[in-house]
């Protein structure tokens, strides 16, 4: 097999995608037919050309236009299913899934009816399919401390279905630190802590993000690159970072490929995990995450084995999981020959 085919074939774990950007284009398609259509949408194509955004403030207004459609527990729970079987038809075996209910919460549609719509769309594509699926609540930074910790609570109540609590959003405006006491007292219930990081704004986010939110992982942390202390310091800990490369291309954090860091975290010894953010938006999906990394940054397949166990190894599933998957891995790669 070629590398493409390798690529492909082999089971592969995600932990930072966002079920809201990782919709299969002919759900939504589907969907915005059944509310009459819109004009400029014709084809699975003029939504794919949709997708295409000049700059951030673009791709938040083309995110919350999306989400219009979504107007019933019904087109909740069909997106999260659809989601997940798409994720599995690439095989990924386990994905650690971003979700915010509250984009979706309106008077007609109380938070209740949202969330239990996403984890009954999510368990039935569970059943459907050898995937293994874990929730983590972005409870996103923009409306503030008040709204997040109001979020934590109603969160809490699902705590058995939903493994972590995450931070995205506004990086800049909203740092870290406001937040703190929400994630002490998360990690006090039993949730896993990640947050985005390192994407925005520089290595001293990702400093506040450790010491203020205790996070055990990052989201993105490619902007570590820029403070050699840091760079030891997630070493020494083997603080995974999650990194996504053709999000920070389409989002400007970096201007091209050629200066992505990711070879020299990987070079580094950081614990660095490959992920997709929003596939259906950035029209990238984990493959092709993985693609790139061969055809760009010179990975060999030894090195891409190498980032499957990391994934497992940064990821939030329990020992039996863990060593499930590990099995997964070892029973794939003793049987494929590369060429
Ligand atoms: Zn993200």
Redesign the pocket.
Known sequence: MDAKHIITAMPKVEL?L?LEGSFPLESLFNLINKYGGSPDIQNVEDLKQKFEFTDLTHFIETWNWKNQFYQSPNDIEEMAYSTIINLASKNIVYAEV?FSPWDFVKSEMPFNLVIEAVISGVRCAKQESPINISLIADLVRNLGHQTAMKRLNEITMYRDNVIGIGL?GNEEAFPAEWFSDVFIEAKRRGFHTVA?AGEAVGANSIWSALKYLQAERI??GVRAIEDPVLLNYLKEKQTPLEI?IT?NLKLKVLSSLAIHPVRKLFDKGILITINS??PTMFGSDLNDEFLLLFDEYNFTIPEIQQLTKNAITASFADEPLKTQLRLIHEEFWNKTNYC
């Open positions: 930072h966002h971003f995205g985005h989201g993105h996504c999000s953010d929003d």
